[in-house]
């Protein structure tokens, strides 16, 4: 399976940040204003950090859609399907050319 992206921070750095997101939404306007004021003192995106609460929402069943383990997974088998097309549509020229050379054999 495939590496996930890692980025300049650390997988704590990610849930200490998420968490801080859930405890201090309450205290804002909104959640994009708790974490806007969250990601500045971070010093990541504003973008980068809505990113990561939208997946942990996700994972923990409070938002609809994939998880980012069930996106990668997906991605994974689509790469694998590709492949075994390719190799089927190789395997059937072959099939075929070797047929018509054995049509095309002369009989004893």
Request: with cysteine; net charge positive; charged share 35%.
């Amino acid at each position: 399976m495939s590496k996930q992206k890692q980025g300049p921070f650390s997988p704590d750095v990610r849930e200490r940040a998420i968490r801080l997101v859930r405890e201090q939404t309450p205290q804002h306007a909104s959640q994009w204003a708790a974490i806007t004021a969250i990601a500045t003192k971070l010093g990541c995106t504003k973008e980068t950090l809505r990113r990561w609460v939208r997946d942990a929402e996700r994972g923990a069943g409070e938002r609809p859609g994939p998880t980012r383990v069930e996106e990668d997974r997906v991605k994974t088998l689509e790469r694998e399907v590709k492949e075994l097309r390719r190799a089927n549509e190789i395997l059937r020229k072959a099939s075929a050319y070797f047929a018509q050379a054995e049509l095309d054999r002369p009989i004893r």
